[in-house]
């Protein structure tokens, strides 16, 4: 079975720091490009950030760009999203999603073929 599984996500206070993990079962992450996206109750969900199949690309959108970092494992098969310096608006369910290609080309839904469950981030004192 093909699938994306996120881990890593919790409760944290304010200016606290979080790394979600998305590790891909049953195939290899090595060629395409992953992205990170957010949902929060009620809000469309909207990219946070992409990076190539190589790593050597890297794409934030403003919500995530200094605060947010972005990295790959391709021998571990895992993807992280390290999040530093967290505020009560990043709360909101957060999904990997593997890209159709292996670069970064946005963050619309159709550009991307396999998404993760999510998990749960929570900002709050």
């Known amino acids: 079975q093909l699938q994306l599984v996120e881990s890593g996500g919790g409760l944290v206070q304010p200016g606290g720091s979080l790394r979600l993990s998305c590790a891909a079962s049953g195939f290899t992450l090595d060629y395409r490009a992953i992205g990170w996206f957010r949902q929060a109750p009620g809000k469309e969900r909207e990219g946070v950030s992409c990076i190539s199949s190589s790593g050597g690309y890297t794409n934030y959108t403003d919500s995530a760009k200094g605060r947010f970092t972005i990295s790959r494992d391709n021998a571990k098969n895992t993807v992280y999203l390290q999040m530093n310096s967290l505020k009560p608006e990043d709360t909101s369910v957060y999904y990997c999603?593997?890209?159709?290609?292996?670069?970064?080309?946005?963050?619309?839904?159709?550009?991307?073929?396999?998404w993760g469950q999510g998990t749960q981030v929570t900002v709050s004192s």
């Open positions: 999603a593997l890209a159709t290609g292996n670069y970064c080309s946005g963050y619309e839904y159709r550009k991307y073929a396999l």
